[in-house]
């Protein structure tokens, strides 16, 4: 049985899809595919309208800075996406945990995951470990998976930028 499926992978899923927002359901599929969640239906516009309101919903997670209000809005989400625990071994992938009904749309599924992720992602590893980059043009949302819980960058590039742009201030 996966101890967890959901969590960092749920969570980075979620931030792929709010900093590159899916054009089409078709794209919505695809990615969702890609980041290995199994989609069981076709996607239609109804999910990609639903999970762009799902998305700005998480962002809105993403962009609090006070605990407290993270933990409410995560609850929100959970309180309205989530459904009780059940087993299942529907893919025949192994015995894992849903925190959904079954039979729901893609946007639905999305939902769950991301609220339960997101949930798990910051109880696990730390109310403060979601958040956008520290490079003030950049507004990529992340969920920080590092070891020390001190990542401040989306990404080694933007870490790079912000290290030579503070090079170059001390050498003026």
């Known amino acids: 049985m996966h101890l967890n ?31 290995g969640l199994v989609v069981e239906g076709p996607a239609t516009p109804e999910d990609l309208e639903r999970t762009a309101v799902v998305l700005d919903t998480w962002e809105k ?3 609090t800075t006070d605990e407290h209000e993270r933990a409410e809005l995560v609850n929100r989400m ?48 730390g109310v403060h470990r979601l958040r956008r980059c520290a490079v003030t043009e950049c507004t990529t949302a992340f969920a920080d ?3 020390t819980g001190r990542q401040r960058y989306c990404s080694p590039r933007c870490a790079n930028r912000d290290a030579v742009r503070r090079h170059r201030s001390r050498a003026a």
């Open 145 to 147: 998976t590092s070891r």
């Open 5 to 35: 499926p959901y969590g960092q992978d749920a969570v980075n899923l979620a931030a792929d899809l709010a900093n590159r927002r899916p054009a089409s359901a078709g794209e919505l599929a695809d990615r969702c595919r890609a980041a």
């Open 61 to 63: 997670v993403v962009d």
């Open 78 to 125: 959970l309180a309205a996406a989530a459904a009780y625990p059940r087993m299942t071994d529907h893919v025949g992938t192994g015995w894992h945990l849903h925190y959904r009904d079954e039979g729901q749309p893609l946007s639905g599924v999305l939902f769950s995951l991301i609220a339960v992720g997101t949930a798990l992602h910051l109880t696990g590893r």
